[in-house]
């Protein structure tokens, strides 16, 4: 039989003698390692040591010393080869093994790891290398991957192709003596009933996939066209082709595709017309009189002036003439502006505004500030643009106050103010409640508190999760507003002729006040200055 046979593990010692086998803990201050009594019983219920005194074992565990201690009489070692776990993802798509070490035993070859794989139905995806590396060189313990299964091609979405212009271009004709055509603007795309406005490609089904088991995985086939069905539109031809439904003005607008009528008023909009709220474009080809609105849902065309009236848009607004807004003017637009000329109004555009004169009026817009023709004016009031300004000339000889901001969004510098001003007030919210909360904690402590005081403290706390919450939502969009406040800070400011003082200029975060004429210039932030550079074309 073996004698003297010593097996040393992580921890434990066990040594079969001619008078029995025997067990010794080696304390963790020396192995490093506190052995269970669950570790040592799985190993020797492996090396089938029979009889074992479960006492005993217990006992020298329980020591934590160098103590040995008889826990079955005389036997002979059983040797044990290596033995293969074999484990499947739960997708079925890999398959991975855990190679336990022999005892005494051999290691397993790679024609029986192969075998012992396809008794688990792995057949498919085996990586007969990585197999042939473990048996001659074997990671114990530890799972390695040793089969793949082939994913399968998902299909492609339908595609969508338009047959008409998405975006227009607002720049007016500049003609040869300097003026502005406004009359030659092609921003009306018209399309007549039956023209084909989309056409969607069907989506692909996708390929097959193989599983480690060698079973089919299905594709996920792509997705059929979502045509952007708006006003004025039907699907053909079994959902391949958007067409209009009406004669009118093709427009895409919150992401839909609409065909729009137009509403037409020969004379002004006065008493005798009244307010005009239409789903599609206006034309008026007369003045639209102070204390009037239009709301539309396409393009507004005014040929004569605009007083002291309102008007709102999805599409464009385009003043022939011009706006007297006697301080009661207002031009609210997703689109972009076009005017001869603007007084005394109020202007907000998510696209571009172009006049030959704006004076003493608040302007906003997301894209670019021009003032062409033979003026080429900005006077008094404010402007506050997202990408760029282009003027002859900015404010006046007389130091008019002039307030230009440039190189962020409006918008987004409106937000930044809010939260500047809202999250000190919640934080002041959110220490109230924390204040209330530790009022009912300490009001506990003396007793229990009645049912109404409970009711209203499970209430503040779940008013001051809300608020933390919300704090925690408003601090990181503050942050992110705060980072594109920094990025975006990249708008100019292009004059052609002259800025006058009085004029106050902010790019980004910078701000400078004219103070001496600026003429033939291009400023722009650098840094935290701004700086003054030659005019760029």
């Given at each position: 039989?073996s004698?003297?046979?010593?097996i040393?593990k992580n921890?434990?010692?066990?040594?079969y003698?001619?008078d029995?086998v025997?067990?010794?803990?080696?304390?963790?201050?020396k192995?490093g390692?506190?052995?269970?009594?669950?570790?040592?019983?799985?190993?020797?219920?492996?090396?089938?040591?029979?009889g074992?005194?479960?006492?005993?074992?217990?006992?020298?565990?329980?020591?934590k010393?160098d103590?040995e201690c008889?826990?079955?009489?005389?036997q002979?070692?059983?040797?044990i080869?290596a033995?293969?776990?074999?484990?499947i993802?739960?997708?079925?798509?890999q398959?991975g093994?855990v190679?336990?070490?022999?005892?005494g035993?051999?290691?397993?070859?790679?024609?029986k790891?192969i075998?012992?794989?396809?008794?688990?139905?792995?057949?498919?995806?085996?990586?007969t290398?990585?197999?042939?590396?473990?048996?001659?060189?074997?990671i114990?313990?530890?799972?390695?991957?040793?089969?793949?299964?082939?994913?399968p091609i998902?299909?492609?979405n339908?595609?969508?192709?338009?047959?008409?212009?998405?975006?227009?271009?607002?720049?007016?004709?500049?003609?040869?003596d300097?003026?502005v055509?406004?009359h030659?603007?092609?921003?009306?795309?018209?399309?007549a009933k039956?023209?084909v406005?989309?056409n969607?490609?069907?989506p692909?089904?996708g390929?097959?996939g193989?599983?480690v088991?060698?079973?089919?995985?299905?594709?996920?086939?792509?997705k059929?066209?979502?045509?952007p069905?708006?006003k004025n539109?039907e699907?053909?031809?079994?959902?391949?082709?958007?067409i209009?439904?009406?004669?009118g003005?093709v427009?895409?607008?919150?992401?839909?595709?609409n065909?729009?009528?137009?509403?037409?008023?020969?004379g002004?909009?006065?008493?005798s017309v009244?307010n005009i709220?239409?789903?599609?474009?206006?034309?008026?080809?007369?003045?639209v009189?102070?204390?009037?609105?239009?709301?539309?849902g396409?393009?507004?065309?005014?040929q004569g002036?605009?007083?002291?009236?309102t008007?709102k848009?999805?599409?464009?607004?385009?003043l022939?003439?011009?706006?007297?807004g006697?301080?009661?003017?207002v031009?609210?637009?997703?689109?972009?502006?076009v005017?001869?000329y603007?007084?005394?109004?109020r202007?907000?555009?998510?696209g571009?505004?172009t006049?030959?004169?704006?004076?003493?009026?608040?302007v906003?817009?997301e894209?670019?500030l021009?003032?062409?023709?033979?003026?080429?004016?900005?006077v008094?009031?404010?402007?506050?643009?997202g990408?760029e300004i282009?003027?002859?000339?900015?404010?006046?000889?007389?130091?008019?106050?002039?307030d230009?901001?440039?190189?962020?969004s409006?918008?987004?510098?409106?937000?930044?103010k809010?939260?500047?001003?809202?999250?000190?007030?919640?934080?002041?919210?959110?220490?109230?409640t924390?204040?209330?909360?530790?009022?009912?904690?300490?009001?506990?402590?003396?007793?229990p508190?009645?049912?109404?005081?409970?009711?209203?403290?499970?209430?503040t706390?779940?008013t001051?999760?809300?608020i933390?919450k919300?704090?925690?939502?408003?601090?990181?969009?503050?942050?992110n507003i705060?980072?594109?406040?920094?990025?975006?800070?990249?708008?100019?400011?292009k004059?052609l002729?002259?800025?006058?003082?009085?004029?106050?200029v902010?790019?980004?975060?910078?701000?400078?006040?004219i103070?001496?004429e600026?003429?033939?210039a291009?400023l722009?932030?650098?840094?935290?200055?701004?700086r003054i550079?030659a005019?760029e074309?």
């Open positions: 039989m004698e003297g046979i010593e040393i921890g434990f010692i066990v040594e003698r001619s029995g025997y067990l010794s803990v080696i304390p963790e201050k192995s390692v506190d052995v269970s009594f669950d570790e040592i019983e799985e190993f020797l219920k492996r090396k089938k040591i029979t074992i005194d479960i006492e005993a074992v217990k006992k020298t565990i329980e020591s010393d103590t008889k826990i079955a009489q005389e002979q070692e059983q040797k080869d033995e293969m776990k074999v484990r993802s739960n997708n079925k798509m398959a093994v190679i336990i070490p022999p005892e035993g051999e290691m397993l070859s790679a024609q790891m075998a012992r794989l396809k008794e688990q139905n792995v057949v498919f995806g085996i990586d290398d990585i197999i042939e590396a473990i048996s001659k060189d074997p114990y313990n530890q799972e390695i991957e040793v089969a793949k299964g082939i994913e998902h299909g492609e339908a595609k969508m192709t338009y047959h008409f212009q998405l975006s227009k271009n607002m720049k007016p004709k500049i003609l040869e300097g003026r055509d406004f030659e603007l092609n921003l009306i795309e018209n399309v039956g023209d406005l989309i969607a490609t069907p692909t089904q390929t097959p193989k599983n088991l060698g079973e089919k995985v299905a594709p996920i086939p792509g059929p066209a979502k045509l069905v708006g539109v699907i053909a031809e079994q959902g391949q082709k958007l209009a439904s009406i004669d003005q427009v895409l607008a919150n992401q839909k595709v065909v729009y009528a137009l509403y037409e008023v020969n002004d909009v006065d008493n009244g709220d239409f789903v599609g474009n206006v034309i008026v080809k007369g003045n009189l102070t204390g009037f609105s239009i709301k539309a396409g393009t507004v065309e005014v002036v605009v007083e002291g009236a008007i848009c999805t599409g464009d607004i385009v022939r003439r011009g706006m007297q006697l301080s009661k003017g031009l609210i637009t997703q689109g972009n502006i005017a001869k603007i007084e005394h109004s202007l907000s555009a998510k571009d505004i006049s030959e004169a704006i004076m003493h009026s608040h906003e817009c894209g670019t021009t003032l062409g023709g033979k003026k080429g004016l900005f008094g009031g404010a402007a506050k643009v990408t282009l003027a002859k000339m900015i404010g006046s000889p007389m130091a008019t106050v002039t230009i901001e440039v190189g962020v409006p918008e987004i510098r409106e937000k930044h809010q939260l500047k001003t809202q999250i000190p007030k919640m934080e002041q919210e959110l220490k109230k924390d204040q209330a909360i530790e009022m009912l904690k300490k009001l506990e402590k003396i007793g508190l009645d049912e109404q005081k409970q009711q209203f403290m499970a209430k706390a779940k001051k999760t809300y933390k919300q704090v925690e939502e408003m601090k990181k969009e503050y942050e705060e980072n594109r406040l920094k990025e975006q800070a990249r708008g100019k400011i004059v002729n002259v800025i006058f003082p009085g004029a106050k902010t790019i980004g975060s910078s701000m400078l006040y103070k001496e600026i003429k033939y291009t722009y932030q650098s840094g935290a200055d701004i550079g005019y074309k």
